[in-house]
């Protein structure tokens, strides 16, 4: 029997999109799919992609331009972001409908907000003759409108209030609430002791993971130091930020006990080594912390958005925020560090997201192509205790 075929739509805007992705990308293929990715940005044109990936760094980098964007615009579907969806579905969905002409699918999931409205678009578009089922898959704390559009098959979630912010556009909306997708290398990270004598760093040495997301938000390198001149060791990642990562090995230069890193594959180890992961609120990025039991320290510098996912981590518990002065930056790591208890191990289920994706989808009537008990992650869907929240 011939594999179904299922398309997982990405934006490369920063590095948290690619990182749901993939796990979505592996669960898929853990239930018998055969996957393929596609990135909305790049299907915009290299010169339009371009563009939008500039546009978004600087109006974030304008924080009240873009929570103004954000709260007053995206977030009440006002004519500007019916716009702004437009600009760019307006070439998305012709160039979605050309890929599955070509390549034809029959699930599309996506994990960034243009692509969750052109695979709503899609049905009406008469150049697809076999509409496949629809998901859209959001891990922040609130959908704002361009994510939601009538004609979804199923909206998945990770919170009741991301529920509800699905509901407040469609009030019918399909929605099921999943675990945060996590990669399975954080559920199988290795011991604080084991990481630490991979890094060459003591048992009783106060470590902070000090990271600013794919795009190095924040004042790393002042803070970074700082904290090593209290005798915390300083594992800091510039992730993409090529002139962050040539402050960091000049100020590594000065202060040895700042580690600092490029973008890296390194992550779960250093979060297994570190006490404290200071970090922006992303999604992605807490839910990783959280699996390995790590406090968190969050970085208020990703406005629209990112407001919404700090108030949502420390409703969770064991985090903190702080703005991005570095003096009060500082005392605050301290005071977590101060804190923080010795990390247990990582928690269990590095297929707990696979396993309710798999219900979800079943939901809908969409099921894999192999046999449950060939599955890492059965889901019997038929059988009402085993199906995942739901909420209409």
């Not at 019997?380 to 085993?386: G, I, L, M, S």
Request: hydrophobic share 45%; charged share 20%.
């Amino acid at each position: 029997m011939s594999r179904p075929q299922a398309l997982v739509l990405t934006g490369s805007l920063g590095m948290g999109h690619h990182v749901v992705t993939e796990v979505v990308a592996d669960s898929l293929e853990q239930m018998g799919w055969s996957t393929g990715v596609f990135d909305c940005m790049s299907m915009l044109g290299r010169l339009s992609g371009k563009t939008g990936d500039w546009v978004f760094r600087r109006i974030t980098a304008t924080p009240t331009l873009y929570d103004g964007v954000h709260f007053s615009h995206f977030r009440t579907g006002s004519r500007l972001a019916a716009l702004v969806d437009w600009g760019a579905t307006k070439r998305l969905v012709p160039a979605l409908a050309d890929h599955l002409a070509r390549e034809p699918a029959d699930l599309l999931v996506s994990t960034f907000a243009t692509g969750a409205s052109a695979i709503a678009k899609l049905a009406s578009d008469t150049r697809v003759t076999r509409p496949p089922a629809t998901v859209a898959l959001c891990t922040d704390v609130c959908m704002h409108s361009l994510w939601v559009r009538e004609g979804t098959h199923l909206f998945l979630v990770t919170s009741e209030a991301a529920a509800a912010s699905v509901r407040r556009y469609v009030p019918r909306a399909p929605i099921a609430i999943v675990p945060a997708p996590v990669r399975p290398e954080f559920h199988r990270a290795p011991t604080q002791a084991e990481a630490r004598a991979t890094l060459g760093i003591g048992d009783e040495a106060r470590c902070a993971l000090v990271m600013g997301g794919g795009w190095g938000l924040g004042p790393l390198a002042e803070t970074a130091e700082a904290l090593a001149d209290q005798g915390v060791v300083v594992l800091v990642v510039a992730g993409h930020n090529e002139q962050l990562a040539l402050v960091l090995d000049q100020v590594a230069r000065r202060q040895p006990r700042v580690v600092p890193y490029r973008f890296t594959d390194q992550i779960p180890n250093l979060m297994a080594a570190a006490d404290l992961v200071l970090t922006t609120p992303g999604a992605t990025t807490c839910s990783e912390a959280r699996v390995m039991n790590r406090p968190l320290l969050l970085l208020d510098v990703m406005p629209g958005h990112g407001r919404d996912n700090v108030q949502h981590e420390l409703e969770l518990g064991q985090a903190d925020v702080c703005d991005a002065d570095p003096q009060r930056l500082v005392q605050c790591a301290l005071g977590a560090l101060e804190r923080s208890a010795p990390p247990g191990a990582s928690r269990p289920g590095a297929d707990r997201f696979a396993e309710e994706f798999a219900k979800a989808l079943a939901m809908i009537g969409v099921f894999p192509s192999v046999p449950d008990s060939e599955l890492r992650s059965p889901g019997a869907a038929t059988d009402p205790a085993h199906t995942p929240e739901e909420v209409n």
